[in-house]
């Protein structure tokens, strides 16, 4: 086949051909934008609807707290109340615990006369009291057991009498010093 088109019309012809793709191209881009656009509409639309409800969820919920609270300061007060009575639980000295402590370092053999506890005996103040024992060995092995122990502070004997007590079968007596320290003690 022999081309026998003058050379300005194949010039022509390609020139159409080629804007017909470009308006192709042109039409595909409109159609495109368009879509863009519709799905950002549809998409802002669907977000604004949701925001709406959001917002409506969110002023019932507050209209709901509202109502507790008063509830809600009650158990704010409370739980004040319970952090400061944990903190006097805290600082409870349980005596029975201590006499315990004080039988258990007592050796066999011994006794006190009278010891008498109360808030002021714990921290820093001495108890002085009376200690009845059958032999003195065995008030020194009360001292030494006081000295060893954390529980107490300045352990200290005044006075060790060994002719006669006032307590039957217990002829040594003793005056005992000490101070009992409260972190131990509780």
Do not use: C, H, W
Not at 21 to 50: C, E, K, N, P, Q
Not at 104 to 118: C, E, H, R, S, Y
């Amino acid at each position: 086949m022999i081309n026998l088109l003058p050379i300005d019309k194949k010039a022509e012809i390609r020139a159409a051909r080629t804007n017909l793709i470009l308006v192709r191209y042109i039409a595909i881009l409109l159609m495109a934008i368009t879509f863009i656009l519709g799905s950002m509409y549809v998409t802002y639309t669907v977000l604004a609807l949701t925001k709406a409800s959001s917002e409506d969820v969110i002023a019932s919920n507050d209209l709901r707290a509202g109502v507790y609270s008063s509830t809600k300061s009650q158990v704010d007060a409370l739980s004040a109340s319970l952090a400061q009575t944990k903190l006097l639980l805290n600082e409870e000295v349980r005596y029975s615990k201590v006499f315990i402590n004080i039988a258990q370092l007592m050796p066999a053999g011994t006794v006190f006369g009278k010891i008498a506890l109360d808030n002021t005996s714990f921290g820093g103040v001495p108890i002085i009291t009376k200690v009845y024992a059958k032999t003195s060995a065995d008030v020194v092995a009360l001292r030494q057991n006081f000295e060893k122990s954390p529980m107490f502070t300045g352990v200290k004997f005044q006075t060790i009498i060994e002719t006669g007590s006032s307590v039957e079968g217990y002829p040594v007596s003793a005056d005992i010093t000490f101070t009992i320290n409260k972190a131990v003690a509780q």
